[in-house]
């Protein structure tokens, strides 16, 4: 097997190299999102992140190579695209383990459970209104799969603060959704 | 911001570290006597799951999971296989050059990445590369073997591969300079490798240049070789992108995509492939993509693969004018129905074309001709014409086709044809072709032709539709003054449209403006001008004097009979419109007697299946309106036979007939049979048809009322909801389909006892049809009876009293005594006057209506039973057992003979009998039978909810 040469045609699309880092980071998140539901096919990962591209490229003016800016409205894009995910799948029933276990520390090998997600979004929009930079934390880390230090950076805040904000966080949100 | 919030947030984060001791004396410290806030910080600190772990080591980080960033070393060995070099890297696995021992060949071995195949999906791993292995094609590089080697890393799932030496398709045609021939040649060659996996249940899904090699075999003759094959489901379809293998990235892929890929709503289907060997296909023959995504950014590609058309391949090269461009077009159909439905076709289609005989792929035929149409006219028709008729049929046309397309697409769609439009009226202020108005004419009734040809069955998306009908209205308004005839024929087509979407006011002053224009141009009697009239008395019907509609459309039947003959299409459209508007004004009889002239006819071409099974069903549900419900069943039972017999079992036709016939069976109280030939139908018609197709939306709902019947609410409930979901989002709130499933939903909610759901949604429609109908129309007053019933289970009886007398007077106004509503209408009153105990009300308003029902409609009708059931209990209640008993008994034994025994009011009547006889105390021998239920009894309304429940169900 040859590992095939590029196709002239797209060779010169210099300018997604932004587009690819993101593409594949909120790949990751998508499939870690469905990783808890294999047999709903309804709606594939690759097509969350469509979706979640779709709406990033919606936003005008922002610079791509700018990762400030665009990792948060990535984070953002994708919350919206999950839980209309999960409304649509109208599972709107709230609390539960998965939940819980969704808001653990070890984000990367635990499944986001989609139907306890509404109220996950829920629960955020009212932290939101208590601290509202806790909430964009947990936005960034959860929906945008961003590390502290990344947060930080978007945040403009330090690392110590993002670590602070991330725990009282995630004690709350549990707190409120159990 | 809290202040409050920040307070605990940061006591919270002094104490989480510490040790239990120091952490209590540091909470007494920070909080001191505050002993809310404490409690707070102390809920917080039990959720608080970190804190065990240890301080801040372990850090999430999603992204460094599984990237391509992770460096691997290169193993030495995997599994049986020597590993001699590395041929490439990708987002799901890296692929090495090795050497197998026994047979000693060289091999491709690809080793997926751990994090791209976790360890529940190995199994599934086995299983679809015992698949895979079968796939045994000279086309299609061959997957010679898939395991797990253990390696130190873990698990390595890993694909041991025929090895290819070639040059991608594309690159490859270019340098040996193929010609046009010699690369069909060898797409169709690669057409039958894909087919040969599609046949073995494979579907590729990520076909690209890049994994189709072209090579010179033995003899120096060139084949291709598809590569990884059944990759994509191996390392399912989230991981599949292999974005850093190939150089041209992401797009290189999406670039290959169906649109219903890229819209994330397709399920594994050959089309993707059939789709990606299209852009092929058009790339092979134009060495162009067919989308203009050449050397522009990604979200910019990416917007255009989801949102335009296809270019056309003749822009690239005249030559492919003719058949390859229908079959490019065909193949890259945005609408996958239209799409070849197998990869076969497109070569079976070039191979005809290379033995330049005809192909079998046609353009979407509608289209097609309409272009067709439109080119041999050009010169003859104006422009402005040629385009506001295009305006409209696309509006219809488009709107049917996006039924499963996004909102998106169809507001992309929209704007290309108002902007085809605005061009087409540019290029019309320079044309100097004679305005003539019969060729416009001519070009009308085509396009009249083809949009009636649409039946409602396939009309989606209420909405949109609705916003393209507008637009249409709009520009129709401007154009076009000096052709009135064309103009009247629009304004016809418009408002069917808009009526068959429930939108009677919109339709209205469309269908009174064609009428005044073909009267006052002489085309009176004319086809188009019935239409009009039988449209403006069907809106009446619906929306106003249904006794004045009835009138009018018979005359209307009368003329229609004389001038067009009565196998002419408008005559029978007419006479179905006058059948329905019978049974409405409570002409059962006549309703029956129409109907059955339509089945005795000896006409038997053409049309006339249509007509008759549409005839059986109509008859069918006159009969249950009038509870014969065996003649209803055999009517029903005929009609399904005789559609499954014309048009096939899983026809929109045949459903319809059987959905008739199961709502028949549950009345009669066979629900056992019902439900489960309900519940069939309606997966037949979500896989024939699609779930949001009209046909499926009505089994719904079918199904819905039906589990409401026989008390299984919460069963109800749940189809109710999504049907009533889907019935907004295709048909729009104002189609009366609509509003049916929201009074079911409507009832489920009141009878689970959750009011303020059932009452908002019962005001809804109450609004909606306020809004859209005279305000004493009787499907005004029905609303305000379910309403009142709602209010009954509340509590709130005075409120709904007044609701009910007030309606009740409405109906006398509106149909006078007699009328079959009326009747109706003042049982559910007397029944309401009983229950407060105001007997002798009750007792002259039930006698009235009785002596009104024999009067006007004889002993047998189904109202009478009902009047006498009604009276019955009031006669109980007023203390005269024995002439209760008289009257119960006459209604149990003719609802008995009339419905059969296990019929909802039959039982009712038995149940009411019984428990007369047992007040009576004196149960002879003959009625011992009486008192045995024989039927399996649906679950009764909780003892408290009765009474409200006969506001209704009697």
């Given at each position: ?28 998140i998508a499939q870690r999102a469905f990783r808890s539901e294999r047999r709903d096919h309804t709606l594939q990962p690759t097509a969350l992140v469509h979706e979640a591209?779709v709406r ?21 894009a994708m919350r919206r695209v999950l839980i209309d995910h999960a409304r649509r799948r109208n599972t709107l029933r709230r609390g539960g383990e998965a939940l819980?276990?969704a ?8 499944p986001l459970d989609l139907t306890r997600l509404v109220a996950l979004d829920e629960a955020l929009l ?17 929906f ?33 959704l159990? | ?202 579907i ?32 399912d379809a989230d ?19 169906a649109p219903e890929q890229l819209s994330g709503q397709a399920p594994p289907d050959i089309r993707l ?33 989801r949102t ?26 945005r609408d996958p129905a239209r799409r070849?439905t ?53 509006a219809v046309v488009a709107s049917l086709q996006a039924v499963r397309a996004t909102r998106a697409e169809l507001d992309v769609r929209l ?39 649409v039946s409602p069955e396939q009309l989606g998306r209420g909405r949109a539709l609705e916003d393209m009908l ?27 449209a808009y009526a068959s979407l429930g939108a009677y006011d919109n339709s ?34 619906h929306t ?36 329905e ?32 099974v549409h005839?059986?069903v109509q008859?069918g549900r006159?009969?249950r309106l009038?509870?014969?419900l065996?003649?209803a069943q055999?009517?029903f039972a005929?009609a399904v036979?005789?559609a499954r017999?014309?048009f096939g079992a899983e026809d929109p036709r045949t459903l319809a007939a059987l959905r008739g016939l199961a709502k028949t069976l549950a009345e009669a109280g066979d629900v056992a049979v019902a439900e489960p030939m309900l519940v069939e139908a309606l997966e037949v018609s979500r896989a024939r048809h699609g779930a949001d197709r009209p046909v499926t939306l009505d089994l719904m709902t079918a199904l819905g009322e039906v589990r409401w019947e026989y008390g299984r609410y919460a069963d109800a409930r749940e189809v109710l909801t999504e049907s009533l979901a889907m019935h907004r989002d295709v048909r729009g709130v104002r189609h009366w389909r609509t509003q049916r499933t929201m009074v079911l939903l409507g009832r489920v909610f009141r009878d689970q006892g959750r009011f303020d759901e059932a009452l908002s949604l019962f005001d809804e429609l109450l609004q909606v049809r306020t809004e859209t109908r ?5 499907s005004i007053?029905r609303v305000r009876v379910h309403i009142a019933t709602v209010l009954c289970r509340q ?107 296990c019929a909802r ?31 399996a009894a649906p679950q009764s309304p909780a003892?408290?909810e009765?009474?409200c429940e006969?506001l209704e169900s009697?």
């Amino acid at each position: 097997m040859v590992t095939p040469t590029s196709d002239p045609l797209f060779s010169e699309s210099e300018a997604n190299d932004g587009w690819d880092a993101f593409y594949e980071r909120l790949r990751l998140i998508a499939q870690r999102a469905f990783r808890s539901e294999r047999r709903d096919h309804t709606l594939q990962p690759t097509a969350l992140v469509h979706e979640a591209f779709v709406r990033l490229a919606q936003h005008e003016g922002v610079d791509w190579n700018d990762p400030k800016r665009s990792l948060g409205i990535a984070a953002q894009a994708m919350r919206r695209v999950l839980i209309d995910h999960a409304r649509r799948r109208n599972t709107l029933r709230r609390g539960g383990e998965a939940l819980r276990t969704a808001l653990r520390d070890d984000v990367a090998d635990t499944p986001l459970d989609l139907t306890r997600l509404v109220a996950l979004d829920e629960a955020l929009l009212k932290l939101a209104g208590l601290h509202a930079r806790q909430a964009r934390v947990v936005e960034l880390r959860l929906f945008g799969g961003l590390s502290v230090e990344e947060s930080a950076s978007v945040l403009d805040v330090s690392e110590r603060t993002v670590k602070g904000d991330w725990r009282v966080a995630q004690a709350w949100l549990r707190k409120e959704l159990a | 911001m809290s202040a409050r919030h920040d307070r605990v947030s940061e006591i919270f984060l002094d104490v989480c570290d510490r040790e239990p001791g120091q952490r209590d004396a540091r909470l007494q410290v920070l909080c001191g006597s505050d002993l809310a806030l404490r409690r707070e910080v102390e809920l917080l600190l039990q959720h608080d799951e970190t804190r065990d772990a240890g301080s801040d080591v372990r850090t999430l980080d999603v992204a460094s999971a599984g990237t391509a960033n992770t460096p691997v070393a290169t193993p030495g060995r995997i599994g049986p296989y020597e590993i001699t070099g590395t041929l490439g890297e990708g987002g799901m696995g890296i692929v090495y050059d090795a050497r197998q021992p026994h047979p000693q060949r060289e091999i491709a071995l690809k080793v997926l990445r751990p994090s791209a195949c976790s360890a529940t999906t190995h199994e599934r791993f086995r299983r679809e590369a015992e698949i895979l292995g079968r796939l045994a094609h000279p086309g299609i590089a061959q997957v010679f073997e898939a395991g797990i080697a253990s390696t130190s890393a873990g698990p390595v799932p890993y694909l041991a591969m025929e090895k290819v030496a070639g040059t991608p398709l594309l690159a490859f045609c270019r340098q040996a300079r193929l010609t046009l021939r010699q690369r069909l040649r060898l797409f169709v060659e690669t057409c039958d490798a894909v087919h040969h996996a599609h046949q073995r249940g494979v579907i590729h899904r990520d076909l690209k240049p890049a994994n189709i090699l072209a090579l010179r075999d033995a003899s120096a003759a060139v084949r291709t070789k598809v590569l990884d094959f059944g990759v994509s489901y191996l390392t399912d379809a989230d991981a599949r992108l292999t974005i850093s293998q190939d150089r041209s990235g992401l797009l290189g892929t999406l670039a290959y995509m169906a649109p219903e890929q890229l819209s994330g709503q397709a399920p594994p289907d050959i089309r993707l492939d059939v789709h990606a060997l299209g852009v092929l296909l058009f790339e092979l023959l134009t060495d162009a993509h067919p989308y203009d995504i050449h050397g522009r950014g990604l979200a910019d590609a990416l917007h255009i693969l989801r949102t335009q058309e296809p270019r056309s391949a003749t822009q690239f090269d005249p030559r492919l004018r003719g058949d390859l461009s229908t079959i490019l077009a065909t193949a890259l159909a945005r609408d996958p129905a239209r799409r070849y439905t197998s990869v076969a076709a497109i070569a079976t289609d070039i191979r005809r074309y290379l033995e330049d005989r005809p192909i079998v792929a046609r353009p979407s035929r509608a289209v097609y001709l309409l272009w067709k149409f439109a080119r041999r006219h050009r010169t003859i028709v104006s422009v402005a014409t040629l385009s506001v008729m295009l305006l409209v049929a696309v509006a219809v046309v488009a709107s049917l086709q996006a039924v499963r397309a996004t909102r998106a697409e169809l507001d992309v769609r929209l704007r290309t044809v108002a902007l085809e439009h605005a061009l087409a009226v540019a290029e019309d202020a320079r044309s100097t072709a004679e305005q003539n108005e019969g060729q416009a004419r001519e070009v009308t009734g085509f396009l009249k032709e083809m949009l009636h040809s649409v039946s409602p069955e396939q009309l989606g998306r209420g909405r949109a539709l609705e916003d393209m009908l507008a637009e249409a209205g709009r520009r129709l308004a401007s154009t076009l003054a000096d052709q009135p005839l064309t103009r009247a024929d629009l304004h016809e087509t418009i408002a069917s449209a808009y009526a068959s979407l429930g939108a009677y006011d919109n339709s209205a002053p469309y269908s009174r403006e064609a009428l005044r224009l073909y009267e006052t141009h002489g085309a009176r009697w004319s086809a188009g001008w019935f239409r009009s009239a039988a449209l403006a008395a069907r809106i009446e019907l619906h929306t106003g004097d249904i006794q004045d509609a009835a009138d009018r459309l018979r005359t209307l039947h009368a003329e229609s009979l004389r001038e067009l003959g009565a196998t002419h299409r408008e005559t029978r459209a007419i006479l179905f419109a006058r059948i329905e508007a019978e049974a409405r004004s409570g002409a059962f009889r006549r309703a029956r007697e129409l109907l059955n002239t339509v089945l005795q006819s000896d006409d038997r071409g053409g049309d006339a299946p249509k007509y008759l099974v549409h005839a059986l069903v109509q008859l069918g549900r006159v009969h249950r309106l009038e509870k014969r419900l065996p003649e209803a069943q055999e009517l029903f039972a005929t009609a399904v036979d005789t559609a499954r017999d014309r048009f096939g079992a899983e026809d929109p036709r045949t459903l319809a007939a059987l959905r008739g016939l199961a709502k028949t069976l549950a009345e009669a109280g066979d629900v056992a049979v019902a439900e489960p030939m309900l519940v069939e139908a309606l997966e037949v018609s979500r896989a024939r048809h699609g779930a949001d197709r009209p046909v499926t939306l009505d089994l719904m709902t079918a199904l819905g009322e039906v589990r409401w019947e026989y008390g299984r609410y919460a069963d109800a409930r749940e189809v109710l909801t999504e049907s009533l979901a889907m019935h907004r989002d295709v048909r729009g709130v104002r189609h009366w389909r609509t509003q049916r499933t929201m009074v079911l939903l409507g009832r489920v909610f009141r009878d689970q006892g959750r009011f303020d759901e059932a009452l908002s949604l019962f005001d809804e429609l109450l609004q909606v049809r306020t809004e859209t109908r005279r305000a004493d129309h009787p499907s005004i007053q029905r609303v305000r009876v379910h309403i009142a019933t709602v209010l009954c289970r509340q509590g709130r009886l005075d409120e709904a009293q007044a609701l009910c007398e007030s309606a009740y007077a409405q109906i006398v106004a509106y149909f006078g005594h007699g009328h079959p509503d009326t009747i109706w209408y003042a049982k559910t009153l007397a029944d309401w006057y009983r229950l407060s105990g105001e007997l002798d009300a009750a007792r002259d308003l039930a006698q009235a209506a009785l002596i009104d029902c024999i009067e006007a409609r004889g002993v047998e009708r189904p109202l009478t039973h009902s009047l006498q059931h009604c009276l019955a209990l009031i006669e109980r209640d007023r203390g005269g057992v024995v002439e209760a008993e008289r009257l119960m008994r006459n209604a149990f034994e003719a609802r008995q003979a009339m419905q059969g025994p296990c019929a909802r009011q039959t039982r009712a009547s038995r149940k009411a009998l019984t428990a007369l006889l047992r007040l009576r105390g004196a149960a002879k021998d003959a009625d011992v039978q009486i008192v045995a239920e024989p039927c399996a009894a649906p679950q009764s309304p909780a003892a408290g909810e009765f009474r409200c429940e006969l506001l209704e169900s009697e």
